[in-house]
C-alpha cells in the first residue's frame, strides 16, 4: 500500500466511522466526553486553585509578609496568574495523552464492538481483559508521550538551522499525529495477542495510515481554548475510524515487517 493510499485510507475512515457510530447505536458512547470534560474542568480548577493557595501560604510565610499589605497582595496575585498560565500550557502539551488515558476504557470498548461488528467475531467479556487493555493504553500513551518529548526537544534544537527549521511546525504536527494514530490502533493489535514491539512494527508499515488517523485529532487539540473538549469527542471517531482502517488494509493475515 502506497503512502497515498495509506493516508487517503486514514482520512476516509473518518467519515466511516461517525456513519458506522449512528448505525449501530453506538452515539452514546458521546455522553462519555462530556462527564470527562466536567470532569476535567471542575477538577482541573480545583486542583490549581488549590496549589495556588498552598504556593501562596508557603512564599507569604517565607518572605515574612504582612497578608494585609500591598505588596503580599501583589504577589500573591502575580503567582496565581503565574501557576495558571503555566497550568494552562501544561495541560495544552498533555491534554491529548490525559484524554486518551482516561477514555482508554470506552476505547478499548469501542474498538473490541467496532470489530465485532465489521468481521462477526465475538469476544467473551472478560474484567481482567478489559483491565489488561486499559493498562496497557495508559502503558502505551506514556511511552508515546516520552518519545514525542524527545523529538520535541530534538525539534526544538533543529529549528535553529536555516530554511531546516522553518519546517519544525509541520514536523511536529506530523510526529504527534503519529503517536495519537499509534495509540488509537493498538487497540486492534492487544486483540491481535501482540506485544508491544510486535505492534511498533504493523504501526511502522502502516505509519502514514497512522499519522493521517492522529491528524485530525491533533488538528482539534490545536483549536484555542475548546481544543481539549472538542476532542475528547474526536477521540471516539479516530478510535472507530482506526479499527475500520486497519481491518481493511488486511494487515493481520499478512507478514509483519
Known amino acids: 500500500m502506497t503512502r497515498i493510499n495509506q493516508i487517503g485510507l486514514g482520512l476516509r475512515t473518518y467519515g466511516q466511522a461517525i456513519s458506522f ?16 470534560s466536567l470532569l476535567m474542568l471542575i477538577g482541573g480548577q480545583a486542583l490549581v486553585t488549590d496549589f495556588i493557595d498552598y504556593l501562596k501560604e508557603i512564599v507569604l510565610d517565607w518572605i515574612k509578609l504582612d497578608t494585609t499589605g ?9 503567582l496565581e496568574v503565574v501557576i495558571r498560565v503555566i497550568s494552562f500550557l501544561v495541560f495544552a502539551y498533555l491534554s491529548g495523552y490525559i484524554i486518551i488515558v482516561l477514555m482508554s476504557p470506552v476505547l478499548a470498548y469501542l474498538s473490541e464492538k467496532t470489530e465485532q461488528i465489521i468481521t462477526g467475531k465475538t469476544y467473551d467479556f472478560s474484567l481482567k481483559q478489559l483491565i489488561k487493555d486499559i493498562f496497557r493504553g495508559i502503558l502505551l500513551a506514556l511511552r508515546n508521550l516520552l518519545l514525542e518529548t524527545f523529538f520535541i526537544i530534538l525539534m526544538f ?78 477521540a471516539i471517531v479516530s478510535t472507530v475510524a482506526a479499527t475500520i482502517a486497519i481491518h481493511q488494509t488486511n494487515a493481520y493475515t499478512s507478514d509483519i515487517d
Open 70 to 78: 500591598f505588596l503580599s497582595k501583589f504577589i500573591s496575585g502575580l
Open 157 to 234: 534544537f533543529i529549528s535553529f538551522i536555516p530554511v531546516i527549521g522553518w519546517f519544525g511546525t509541520v514536523v511536529l504536527f506530523l510526529i504527534s499525529s503519529y503517536f495519537y494514530g499509534f495509540s488509537f490502533i493498538d487497540y486492534n493489535n492487544e486483540r491481535q495477542k501482540m506485544n508491544i514491539r510486535e505492534s511498533v512494527s504493523i504501526v511502522r508499515k502502516y505509519r502514514w495510515m497512522a499519522i493521517s488517523n492522529g491528524s485530525v485529532f491533533s488538528f482539534f487539540l490545536l483549536i484555542p481554548l475548546c481544543g481539549a473538549f472538542v476532542s475528547t469527542f474526536a
Open 21 to 36: 457510530i449512528f448505525k449501530n447505536k453506538l452515539a452514546w458512547t458521546f455522553l462519555v466526553p462530556l462527564g470527562l
